[in-house]
């Protein structure tokens, strides 16, 4: 990973949805405030499986962590002196600017923000961001994580893919 410039993608086979939690949880302990993941991938490719193992990683491990394709966004506050972790699901967002009714430039602040349908933001989404696309695999519990880091998290990055 270490020759892995800024902007160029890592493809990880993820073989069930163990690895893609097991992926989420070595994320979570790698982010901090200011975060941003933006999570791609077609309806059911499990973007939402992967911000729930994200939170609980960060949180008790046992929170309810519902989609929030009707909310638009769900706030988890995952434990004292650790940034709030903020999952927006913009599928039915209607134009970018609608997101900050939804306390988007407080995520960016100092939260921890996880975007399914980041495409929806437009021009504000951030250029300091990961970038993580699930495609389908080879079968359908395998799934291939597409990760395209901004320089920010390229050296986090690298201590946390393979292990």
Do not use: C, N
Not at 27 to 46: H, K, N
Not at 50 to 78: C, K, M, N, Q
């Amino acid at each position: 990973m270490t020759e892995t410039p800024a902007g160029a993608a890592l493809s990880i086979d993820l073989v069930s949805e163990a690895a893609t939690s097991a992926l989420a949880a070595r994320l979570a302990r790698v982010s901090r405030a200011g975060d941003v993941i933006a999570l791609r991938g077609e309806l059911g490719s499990g973007k939402t499986s992967l911000a729930r193992a994200f939170i609980r990683t960060l949180g008790r491990g046992d929170e309810e962590v519902p989609s929030p394709t009707f909310t638009l966004v769900e706030v988890y506050d995952v434990g004292e002196g650790q940034p709030a972790v903020w999952h927006f699901d913009l599928f039915r967002l209607e134009k970018p600017e609608d997101a900050y009714e939804l306390g988007l430039e407080e995520a960016f602040a100092g939260g921890i923000s996880l975007i399914e349908w980041p495409e929806r933001l437009g021009a504000l989404l951030p250029r300091e961001r990961l970038d993580l696309t699930l495609l389908a695999g080879r079968d359908p519990a395998r799934r291939t994580a597409r990760l395209v880091p901004s320089p920010a998290w390229l050296s986090r990055l690298e201590g946390i893919i393979g292990s």
